[in-house]
């Protein structure tokens, strides 16, 4: 069984930036790749980031492309994501999951993640 806490969450101003972490346990961190999603009130979860075993590898919906970074610390059993030039419709409770049914990059597909976290909120004001 593998758990996952996200922290760094909150409400910040447009243009600005947060940094969030999801700290993993109960299995080696390493051996999966990790993603990171949201969803809107609302609205449907969808895919934000990925990230493969060792971190060579990313991958960016088209909406987050060029101001969000995913990052990982095997060592430290830690997933980030850091976000800039946040805008309103950033706003949305973030999931980080675990890759377990991807092979190599993680997947774009909500059903290949088993394990997820409790969501951390963010809110960005106009």
């Known amino acids: 069984q593998v758990q996952l806490v996200e922290s760094g969450g909150g409400l910040v101003q447009a243009g600005g930036s947060l940094r969030l972490s999801c700290v993993a346990s109960g299995r080696t961190f390493s051996s999966y790749s990790m993603g990171w999603f949201r969803q809107a009130p609302g609205k449907e979860r969808e895919f934000v980031a990925g990230?493969?075993?060792?971190?060579?590898?990313?991958g960016y919906h088209a909406s987050v492309k060029g101001r969000f970074t995913i990052s990982r610390d095997n060592a430290k059993n830690t997933l980030y994501l850091q976000m800039s030039s946040l805008k309103p419709e950033d706003t949305a409770v973030y999931y980080c999951?675990?890759?377990?049914?991807?092979?190599?990059?993680?997947?774009?597909?909500?059903?290949?993640?088993?394990?997820w976290g409790q969501g951390t909120r963010v809110t960005v004001s106009s």
């Open positions: 999951a675990v890759d377990t049914g991807s092979v190599f990059m993680a997947s774009v597909a909500q059903d290949e993640y088993e394990y």
């Open positions: 990230i493969s075993r060792m971190g060579g590898s990313t």
